[in-house]
């Protein structure tokens, strides 16, 4: 059952990064409107300039997102993995299938590896 909890703790981590990335993201995104806006208005820029420069501000931004967010969830995804291998040691060292000698070991190279 402590698998179970650590990987959702994990999980609602992550939910509640992808959300700050893309609050993070949009705010960026709006503040970049509002300077191009102004560029448009100060007649530095045409409209339709400003329009292809957002256009192209709104797709880096989301190919970042998708970008930060895909390597976040990889590296939780071997943190979990341990996570779990740590559980099943613990319960293999509680059954006493293995030593403490040997859960300390093993604890230790899965810990190294993340």
């Given at each position: 059952?402590?698998?179970r909890?650590?990987?959702?703790?994990?999980g609602?981590f992550?939910?509640?990064?992808?959300?700050?990335i893309?609050?993070?993201?949009?705010?960026g995104?709006?503040?970049?409107?509002?300077?191009l806006?102004?560029a448009?208005?100060?007649?530095?820029?045409?409209?339709?300039?400003?329009?292809?420069r957002?256009?192209?501000?709104?797709?880096?931004?989301?190919?970042?997102?998708?970008?930060?967010i895909?390597?976040?969830?990889?590296?939780?995804?071997?943190?979990?993995?341990?996570?779990?291998?740590?559980?099943?040691?613990?319960?293999?060292?509680?059954?006493?299938?293995?030593?403490?000698?040997?859960f300390?070991?093993?604890?230790?190279?899965?810990?190294?590896?993340v």
């Amino acid at each position: 059952m402590a698998r179970r909890e650590g990987a959702g703790h994990i999980g609602g981590f992550l939910k509640k990064a992808e959300k700050a990335i893309d609050s993070a993201l949009e705010q960026g995104i709006e503040k970049a409107d509002d300077i191009l806006d102004n560029a448009v208005v100060l007649g530095k820029m045409t409209a339709a300039e400003a329009q292809r420069r957002s256009a192209g501000l709104r797709q880096r931004a989301k190919e970042e997102s998708s970008r930060i967010i895909s390597e976040r969830r990889a590296g939780s995804s071997g943190r979990t993995d341990a996570l779990e291998a740590l559980a099943k040691l613990g319960e293999l060292r509680k059954a006493k299938v293995i030593t403490d000698a040997e859960f300390r070991a093993k604890k230790k190279k899965l810990l190294d590896e993340v």
